[in-house]
């Protein structure tokens, strides 16, 4: 199972949060950091600020509906996190979930071998990867301070299990002492992060000491106090919160609009909405509408061979939690109209036919589900297409809490029939439009928005009035009419429904076929009507959208701007024997192909490794970063007599064992060339040198990565002008300029623009580069770059200039700026590159490096006062 582009992008945002945190050693700042790469400021509209809610740890929040993934997006993040850690990091992840049934279901995902979730953390984790719930863990089953060194350990706990009042923490056995965790107590020795009052030899002082990862699913449900308390007395090292509904205090670093989810054939949407006059024509037409749904996925199986059993979900409101009389009503009224009871299934909290049932299985017969709402968490069938409401006329309307449960959509894919691809609830309620508000908060609380959902038919929908007052000569009669309301809603004995009018209506072929022709017709207009709004530029927009200033390309520049097709370079992608191949954009990685380390230079500058751990020392004792152990001379001792003790092939092993676990975490390079490499680099070293490798892992191991990266830029750029030569990388008009720019900081007021506002990022050099162009006639317009957003020369690295240059002779100049004091190799990679671009994209192109006063002996290179001269002959 594959990450989707939207999921894609939400790693992304993470790892480059990461990175933000790694380069602040505070969270507000790295906060502000990450969301200016994005042009989002922090507060003044933008995203809200910070909120450092356990204080020193940091905290981030994944925003995905419901259908979206966020189990696997989860699994898929982990490794991501520990990467950013040090690697003597031990791998435990603490995943809390908020109820006994999504616990039951997280565990049995984690744990099979056969599923995705487990499928995702075994290939990033080599297969060491282990799963505990809260019984082992105090049992020490397969939980032990070497396990954790060694192997991923997720402890799947919920909420409860945790969350606690602290005066009745000790009633709770991971607060208790624990004979089975003393080797725990004996490995780690940091007084300081010992909960006071609580057994050295408790579940909980062990997590702390371990400074675990920490997963919150569903984290709207842990707001309260007790959930800050719950997670402050974990000590987590990072917590990532799962939702689709997030509350103010989260800090949302990823943003999933409804609308890609939809495009990557996730839900079903939208959700149609059918008013029918009756509960018995609720009833037929949602049986009509199943039988319907299950004809036509037949006919699609027969052709992809992909199973689909579409089930109905009744949903009814009983008197009283604990009576079951509705239930069983509803299933005999099913039973007398036809339904075989092996099609029926009545789970509540009391009622549970759906246990230890695959609901997948071609084996399993279940068509039509009886519930309130005890299916709202920890059930997940994509079969689920109907949601039919028995509530009667008079009654409020509450498909709030379930409504997510036939969102999802089966196989991730596009059915060929569009009836396959929505969702659908019926209800016969007076006051439809407090149906649609309910509908609405379902969608909301499932991450969706008003406008996921279409009303069947033409049907106009009232908006909500001010209702008048009434009177004192009416207030008699209101309450007598309300108080018959209740009384007849509390006795709901189903008098109005009789087997015999929905079975006349289903087998009336006449009316059956007018019904379902109409709920199909209403259900294609609909259907068409939400992928054409969905798929317009303007649609939701999603949340980082609306933070953003967004800015069209000027009314007198689109004709110019769209006609363009900018060359970037292509490579020659072969697929198959009898294919002559086609040309993909080039990415820097793809020149790797044929890179080794065998036999490369393995000399590598230590000189400021213990300089460079200094610093690295006083950064993690800074402000509001994360707390890891430092090594300490204690620590050093017990090294320095472990390596001792072994042979001299043992502790370069050992040596070799920490260092590779650091570096090449991008997976870049082969993992033998690495080792073989790491070998050479430290074959030879005494043991005092082997232990300053140890205590200060990730400062060697960043040496030998820069060494390895050296290596590699000097075989892209070499191995790309060869492919270049060889005609397999080919300059392809293709990149078409963006529709709208969303920059940070902008400016408005410099004439010519590309776009309505430019970004306004620019040094007082820059500024006079850009006054030397505007300040041609030639020029048609000029665009400032946004790096990672606009275009890019790509080649053996991704080459951002700083300006995109039209002229009135049809001329198209990518324009470096460069001060003087960045006369340097960085310089001259970017020169040569974008001479070449300039000479494979051809005579209507230009490449040029300014400089303000420095000669730099390059083609292409200029002084500002020769580029004036260049540019107004252009």
């Known amino acids: 199972m594959e990450l989707k582009n939207y999921q894609k992008k939400v790693i992304a945002d993470l790892q480059n949060y990461l990175h933000s945190l790694k380069q602040s050693a505070n969270l507000a700042e790295a906060w502000k950091n990450y969301w200016q790469t994005k042009d989002i400021a922090v507060g003044n509209g933008g995203v809200p600020a910070y909120k450092d809610n356990i204080q020193g740890v940091p905290a981030v929040c994944m925003k995905v509906p419901t259908g979206g993934g966020k189990t696997f997006l989860a699994c898929s993040a982990i490794k991501h996190i520990f990467d950013f850690m040090p690697a003597e990091k031990p791998k435990l992840v603490v995943w809390l979930v908020p109820s006994d049934p999504i616990l039951e279901q997280t565990l049995k995902n984690l744990s099979n071998p056969d599923h995705p979730y487990k499928q995702a953390l075994d290939r990033d984790f080599g297969g060491r990867v282990q799963v505990l719930n809260k019984a082992m863990l105090l049992n020490g089953q397969g939980f032990s301070a070497d ?359 289903i087998d009336n072929t006449d009316e059956q076929s007018q019904s379902l022709t109409d709920m199909e017709n209403q259900a294609a207009q609909q259907t068409q009507k939400y992928t054409e709004e969905t798929s317009g530029e303007n649609f939701m927009g999603g949340t980082e959208a609306q933070m953003h200033h967004r800015f069209k390309i000027r009314t007198e520049n689109i004709e110019s701007a769209k006609a363009l097709r900018l060359p970037k370079f292509c490579i020659k992608a072969d697929f198959g024997l009898f294919d002559d191949g086609a040309f993909n954009y080039l990415e820097p990685e793809n020149l790797l192909e044929g890179f080794r380390l065998t036999g490369q230079d393995a000399n590598v500058n230590f000189k400021l490794a213990s300089g460079e751990m200094y610093s690295v020392d006083i950064a993690q004792s800074g402000e509001a970063v994360p707390q890891y152990r430092m090594v300490t001379d204690s620590d050093k001792k017990k090294l320095r007599e472990y390596l001792g003790s072994l042979p001299q092939e043992r502790q370069i092993a050992t040596c070799i064992d920490a260092i590779c676990a650091v570096i090449n975490r991008k997976n870049a390079y082969r993992s033998t060339d690495i080792r073989d490499y790491v070998k050479r680099v430290i074959d030879g070293l005494h043991s005092d040198d082997l232990l300053a490798m140890l205590t200060a892992k990730e400062t060697y191991a960043k040496k030998i990565q820069e060494k390895i990266d050296k290596l590699a830029a000097v075989y892209k750029q070499k191995r790309f002008m060869q492919l270049l030569d060889e005609g397999e990388i080919e300059c392809c008009e293709r990149y078409e300029v963006l529709d709208f720019i969303t920059p940070l900081d902008f400016t408005d007021a410099l004439p010519k623009s590309l776009y309505e506002a430019e970004k306004n990022d620019m040094n007082e050099y820059e500024h006079k580069v850009l006054d030397v162009i505007i300040g041609q006639s030639n020029i048609v317009w000029w665009h400032r770059i946004i790096e990672r957003q606009g275009f890019c020369i790509n080649g053996f690295i991704n080459h951002y200039p700083d300006f995109l240059v039209l002229t009135k002779n049809g001329k198209v100049l990518l324009i470096e700026a460069k001060g003087d004091h960045l006369a340097n190799d960085d310089s001259e990679n970017k020169l040569l590159l974008g001479r070449k671009w300039q000479e494979a994209a051809g005579r209507d192109y230009r490449y040029m490096m300014v400089f303000e006063k420095k000669e730099f002996q390059h083609d292409g290179a200029y002084t500002l006062d020769e580029f004036a001269e260049v540019i107004k002959k252009l």
């Open 147 to 505: 396990s954790v060194q060694h192997i991923l350990t997720i402890c799947v706990l919920s909420f409860d299990s945790l969350r606690i009042n602290s005066g009745r923490r000790y009633d709770r056995k991971i607060y208790q002492e624990n004979s089975n965790l003393a080797d725990f107590a004996a490995f780690y020795k940091n007084d300081e992060v010992l909960l006071e009052g609580t057994p050295e030899t408790a579940l909980i002082q062990v997590l702390r000491h371990l400074r675990p990862v920490t997963i919150v699913d569903e984290s709207h449900n842990a707001t309260s106090a007790l959930s800050v308390e719950m997670l402050n007395n974990i000590y987590p090292s990072f917590i990532l919160e799962l939702t689709a509904t997030p509350k103010s205090n989260s800090n949302v670093v990823s943003y999933v609009d409804a609308r890609e989810l939809k495009k990557e054939n996730m839900v079903k949407l939208p959700v149609i909405v059918y008013k029918r006059n009756s509960r018995e024509s609720v009833i037929a037409d949602a049986i009509q509408l199943r039988g319907k749904l299950e004809q036509k996925a037949l006919e699609e199986e027969a052709v992809t061979g992909n199973y689909i059993r579409p089930i109905v979900l009744f949903q009814a409101q009983p008197r009283s939690n604990d009576d079951n009389t509705t239930f069983d009503k509803i299933k005999n009224l099913l039973l007398e109209i036809g339904i075989p009871e092996e099609e029926i299934a009545i789970k509540t909290g009391e009622i549970k036919d759906l246990k230890n049932v695959d609901l997948l299985s071609k084996a399993c017969a279940v068509r039509y589900i009886i519930t309130v709402n005890a299916l709202k968490e920890g059930w997940d069938c994509p079969f689920a297409y109907i949601l039919a409401s028995l509530a009667n006329k008079t009654s409020a309307v509450d498909v709030e809490q379930i409504l997510g449960r036939v969102l999802r959509q089966p196989y991730t894919r596009q059915h060929q029939h569009f009836l396959l691809n929505s969702s659908y609830v019926l209800s016969c309620s007076n006051d439809f439009r407090n149906t649609l508000d309910s509908i609405v908060k379902g969608l909301n609380g499932a991450g969706f928005s008003r406008k996921d959902y279409r009303v069947g038919g033409d049907e106009e929908v009232p908006a909500k009035e001010q209702q008048p007052q009434p009177q004192p000569q009416q207030q008699e009669e209101l309450f007598n009419n309300i108080e018959n309301a209740v009384e007849n809603n509390n006795d709901d004995d189903f008098t109005d429904i009789t087997p015999e009018n929905i079975k006349e209506q």
